[in-house]
T-cell receptor
Framework: NAGVTQTPKFQVLKTGQSMTLQCAQD?????MSWYRQDPGMGLRLIHY???????DQGEVPNGYNVSRSTTEDFPLRLLSAAPSQTSVYFC????????????FGSGTRLTVV | AQSVTQLGSHVSVSEGALVLLRCNYS??????LFWYVQYPNQGLQLLLK??????LVKGINGFEAEFKKSETSFHLTKPSAHMSDAAEYFC????????????FGTGTRLTVIP
C-alpha cells in the first residue's frame, strides 16, 4: 500500500547509544517532516525537508540529525540518546503543489533508559 | 509565526450528543487549518481542512468545522457522537507559502459515554 513507512515500530535504547529511525514514502512527495509526540504537548516539529538535499530545523532540533539524499527517504538520527528523547516519533510527507495535508506514518515508540 | 490553542485536554460526551472541540489559532499570514484524529496506537488521519473558499468545511465521519476569521477559531463539531469517535483530536495550522510546516495544538481526548 502506498504511504509513509516507519521502522522500527518500537525501540529501547540505553543512554548514550545512537540509532537511526527510518522513514520512507512511495508517493513522490517533496516535503517530509519529523515530529515527536509527548503527552500534553501535541506534536512538535523536529526537522523538515523541502526536497532531496535540502533540510532545515523545526521547533525542537537539538539532539537530532537528518539528511535527505533521495526523495523517498528521510532518516532521523539520534547521535547520543538521552532519556528526554523518550517519545513517539512520526514521519510525515506531502506534495508541494497541492496542499492536501500531510500523510503520516504509524510512528516509532522510542524509550531511552 | 503560527500557533493553535485547543481548549480542554479532555472532553466527555454521551453517545448521540453533540461533539464540540475548540480550536483557536494565531497566524501572521492567512492560515491553512486542519483537524487530525488519532486512534490509540495509530498515526494521524486527516479529518478535514480549510484552505480557501467556503468557511464551513465537511470532513470524514460526519465531522465539520467552521473557519471564523473574526474569532480566529476553527472549532470541530459533530451533531451526534458515536462510540467509534473516541480518540484524540489535534488542530493544526500552517502558512500558505514556503515550507508550510504544520504546527499542532496540544490535543483533545474525546471520550464517548454509552
Amino acid at each position: 500500500n502506498a504511504g509513509v513507512t516507519q521502522t522500527p515500530k518500537f525501540q529501547v535504547l540505553k543512554t548514550g547509544q545512537s540509532m537511526t529511525l527510518q522513514c520512507a514514502q512511495d508517493m513522490n512527495h517533496e516535503y517530509m517532516s519529523w515530529y515527536r509526540q509527548d503527552p500534553g504537548m501535541g506534536l512538535r516539529l523536529i526537522h523538515y525537508s523541502v526536497g532531496a538535499g535540502i533540510t532545515d530545523q523545526g521547533e525542537v532540533p537539538n539532539g537530532y540529525n537528518v539528511s535527505r539524499s533521495t526523495t523517498e527517504d528521510f532518516p532521523l538520527r539520534l547521535l547520543s540518546a538521552a532519556p528526554s528523547q523518550t517519545s513517539v516519533y512520526f514521519c510525515a510527507s506531502r506534495n508541494r503543489g497541492r496542499l492536501y495535508g500531510y500523510t503520516f506514518g504509524s510512528g516509532t515508540r522510542l524509550t531511552v533508559v | 509565526a503560527q500557533s493553535v490553542t485547543q481548549l480542554g485536554s479532555h472532553v466527555s460526551v454521551s453517545e448521540g450528543a453533540l461533539v464540540l472541540l475548540r480550536c483557536n489559532y494565531s497566524s501572521s499570514v492567512p492560515p491553512y487549518l486542519f483537524w487530525y484524529v488519532q486512534y490509540p496506537n495509530q498515526g494521524l488521519q486527516l479529518l478535514l481542512k480549510y484552505t480557501t473558499g467556503a468557511t464551513l468545511v465537511k470532513g470524514i465521519n460526519g465531522f465539520e468545522a467552521e473557519f471564523k476569521k473574526s474569532e480566529t477559531s476553527f472549532h470541530l463539531t459533530k451533531p451526534s457522537a458515536h462510540m467509534s469517535d473516541a480518540a484524540e483530536y489535534f488542530c493544526a495550522v500552517s502558512g500558505q507559502t514556503g515550507a508550510n510546516n504544520l504546527f499542532f495544538g496540544t490535543g483533545t481526548r474525546l471520550t464517548v459515554i454509552p
